[in-house]
């Protein structure tokens, strides 16, 4: 498991270890990691050119003791100061000169950074709010425009620490060195993408960390050891039998493709009601399909109810009222009450993409994007309910709390049409299975994002393709 912590709980923390370790210790610890960092990318460190932009905290004291490292090994190293010599890092600023570094004001920054091999971004990490200041604009902007490669020192600076979120200008990285553990804006987006790819140093804060994190994101392992797996005594009805009440006239598709992902769930049968029948059982003649409603449709270990549904409420007040796990999607996240979700004492779980959440929480689709950490966690406490947050990292929130799964095997290719109908059958499959809803609804981000990865194989898939890669990305999950 990655697990990521906020912003205070970091600060404390590092204030527990460093009551025990020599002053400064853990900055030297950082800066080693940092500069082995940069000499790896570097490749031969000797003669190139390396510039670190220098914020006034420890931020830019990481970077300079850094640029001091790769100075003993030959480095020409220039230090961008974004504040005077006084209110910069004193230690590290005297460190960088002691080894043959040369400080520069910060109007001298773009200068510099154009003809950089290496840019080292120390200008704010876990202290920065609300974007770049005005005065490091210039200096990110000719970050953009620069050939070098770009390592950030903790975080790329300007975006939001604790959030993810990127309210302003922020510097774009091909790596990010992290100290001590994962920040929530190295997994979440839009931050995550300014991070580039992201290494981890440990600087030994790990035994003073709570054990519940702020985020977590499931690994191979980890989802290894939630699938189900159907023991000596296992029938189709004791694996689960999963219900899907979805499709209409107008979208039989998404009746068959929420099938399709059922299917590869784990469950022992999917259970379909609607209007889709024939088309579900011209491609899946496996699916026992009910001309009834969902009350009278027979037992199922969960439903799933919403894909395609139109403006047909009826088979979403149905669902709701039964006493089995609930998964919400698409058209079905618009017609549910919310009191009748926060009546229930059953799991539920919402799927809606950013723009349906948008929808219930009554603000625009961008606010949802620029926030989407705020937002899983709000939606949850508003419908009682737990919340996937769909997405390029889609995460996974509870009510009342407790750390958001995050996932980021999913691929652009996703973004298809009918890719979330399969989704939804899927985690609803899992919660069939047993699966918690957290749990469903992380592991069924986690498989769909490999069978993403299967299907498109660098091409364009269709959803029915990324249905058809759900058994490899399983495979490949359990070996
Ligand atoms: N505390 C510790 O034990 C350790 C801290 N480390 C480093 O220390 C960093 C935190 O240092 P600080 O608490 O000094 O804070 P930062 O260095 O992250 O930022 C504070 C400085 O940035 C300026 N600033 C704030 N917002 C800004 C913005 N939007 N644009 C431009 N400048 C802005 C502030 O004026 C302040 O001087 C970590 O990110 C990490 O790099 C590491 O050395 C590991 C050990
Ligand atoms: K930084």
Known sequence: MRTA?????????????????????????????????????????????????????????????????????????????LASPEKTHAGGLAALVAAGGRPVAGDRGADAVARADLV???????????????????????????????????????????????????????????????????????????AGSVRLVDIGLRPKLPAEPELEALQHTDVAALLPRPGAASDKYRRGVVGIAAGSARYPGAA?????????????????????????????????????????????????????????????GEVLGQDVPVLIDADGLRLADRAAVRARTAPTLLTPHAGEAAALLGVAREEVEAARLASARELADRYGATVLLKG??????????????????????????????????LAGSLLASGLTARDAGSVAAYLHGLAGRYAADGAPAGAHDVAAAIPDAWRDVLS
């Open 392 to 425: 390029s990292t889609t995460l996974v929130a509870d009510p009342g709390g407790g750390p958001v799964r995050v996932n980021a095997t999913g691929t652009g290719w996703l973004a298809t049409a009918g890719s979330g109908d399969v989704l939804s059958g």
């Open 256 to 316: 068959v493709l929420a099938v399709s992902g059922a299917l590869r769930g784990g469950a022992g049968a999917v259970r379909y009601v609607g209007p889709a029948g024939d088309a579900v059982l011209a491609r899946f003649p496996e699916t026992l399909v009910s001309d009834r409603g969902p009350k009278e449709a027979g037992r199922v270990q969960a439903w799933v109810v919403g894909p395609g549904a139109g403006d047909d409420a009826s088979a979403v």
């Open 5 to 81: 912590y906020s912003v205070q709980t970091v600060r404390s923390a590092e204030r527990a270890l460093m009551a025990r370790l020599p002053e400064g210790a853990l900055m030297q610890r950082a800066a080693a990691g940092l500069a082995a960092a940069c000499a790896e990318l570097l490749g031969r460190v000797y003669g190139r050119r390396v510039v670190l932009l220098v914020g006034s905290g420890d931020n830019g004291g990481d970077a300079l003791y850094a640029g001091a490292r790769l100075a003993r090994r030959g480095a020409g190293v220039t230090a961008v100061l």
């Open 120 to 194: 080292v971004d120390g200008i704010v990490g876990i202290g920065g709010r609300g974007g770049l200041r005005a005065d490091a604009v210039p200096l990110a902007d000719a970050v953009e425009r620069a050939r070098a490669a770009v390592v950030a020192v903790d975080l790329p600076s300007g975006v939001e620490a604790g959030s993810g979120e990127v309210r302003g200008r922020a510097v774009r990285a091909d790596l990010t060195v992290t100290f001590g553990t994962h920040k929530p804006a190295l997994l979440v987006d839009p931050a995550r993408e300014y």
